[in-house]
Nanobody, 115 residues
């Protein structure tokens, strides 16, 4: 059974930085794709950034230039460095790991940005 666990969420002032971490455990091989989604109150879940097994990355437009996704594939650990945070980044950040077509999600970590 794969378990996905996030950490690093916090309360931060606008313009500040946070680093989120995600650990996917339960498999002794690397995930195909790992990514970060977020869900703000009253809004749908949205994809923030993805890291593919071939090293490619994807970012939604609103975080380009501010967020950086990285990964330790051997450890199935995913990171999201978030800089220049804005109040509109406030959300629960949820990690997703895909192993050969099977989706696994974490419970999320809260990021709150105040101005």
């Amino acid at each position: 059974q794969v378990q996905v666990m996030e950490s690093g969420g916090d309360l931060v002032q606008a313009g500040g930085s946070l680093r989120l971490s995600c650990q996917a455990s339960g498999r002794d091989f690397s995930a195909n794709t790992m990514g970060w989604h977020r869900q703000a109150p009253g809004k749908e879940r949205e994809l923030v950034a993805s890291h593919f097994s071939d090293g490619r990355t994807y970012y939604t437009d609103s975080v380009k230039g501010r967020f950086t996704i990285s990964r330790d594939s051997a450890k199935n650990t995913l990171y999201l460095q978030m800089n220049d945070l804005k109040p509109e980044d406030t959300a629960v950040y949820i990690c997703r790991a895909i192993f050969f077509g099977y989706d696994y999600w974490g419970q999320g970590t809260q990021v709150t940005v105040f101005s």
